[in-house]
């Protein structure tokens, strides 16, 4: 009868860690926390477009935050849409759509060639930035992948909200 005790206890154990989580202690209420923000991205064609098309999507995050988003062509090349020459604050209201490109902004990406294109967006509670791989916006970037963005920059913030839109053009 102990054995079945013991086992039932260490079940509630086992369950209670996963459901609740490890406590430690008083939490510092100045420090955000990190997994409640979150980062959306649509489009109204739901990512599917044709040569000649040009791409509108919609970002928004639940709080208040800094958003970096990037966008990868069918031909591969990466350049960071926003922050832009044409909106350079990267800080975005919680719950307020960001229309990108704004329809104000100096440039529209056009889809010029079949494939599959991919818009990524981060979102930080705090404000990041990897000047070191690109000095100017809407210019191809010196990396290999949306990946490898994202690496650099939870190195600087390993809880960063991501959000994906992938694009397929026909």
């Known amino acids: 009868m102990k054995r079945k005790h013991l086992i039932t206890q260490i079940l509630s154990m086992v369950l209670g860690i996963m459901v609740g989580g490890f406590s430690h202690g008083d939490s510092n209420p100045s420090t955000p926390n990190p997994t409640t923000l979150k980062v959306t991205i649509s489009s109204n ?3 599917q477009y044709h040569v000649g098309d040009t ?7 639940n709080e208040d935050g800094f958003v970096f988003c990037y966008y990868q062509d069918a031909w591969g090349k ?4 926003f922050p832009n020459r044409f909106r350079p604050d990267s800080a975005v209201q919680g ?3 960001v229309i990108l490109p704004a329809k104000s902004s100096g440039y529209k990406i056009l889809f010029d060639k079949t494939g599959t294109e991919q818009v990524t967006c981060y979102a930080s509670h ?4 990897i000047s070191d791989i690109q000095p100017e916006d809407l210019s191809p970037l010196s990396v290999n992948s949306i990946d490898e963005i994202g690496d650099i920059l939870r190195k600087q913030n390993p ?4 959000a994906t839109l992938n694009i397929v053009v026909h």
Not at 55 to 61: E, G
Request: hydrophobic residues 40%; proline residues 0%.
């Open 126 to 129: 705090q404000n990041i930035a």
């Open 159 to 162: 809880h960063l909200a991501t």
């Open 55 to 61: 791409l509108t999507t919609h970002l928004q995050t």
């Open 95 to 97: 719950n307020q759509i």
């Open 45 to 47: 064609t739901h990512g």
């Open 78 to 81: 990466i350049v960071r849409i």
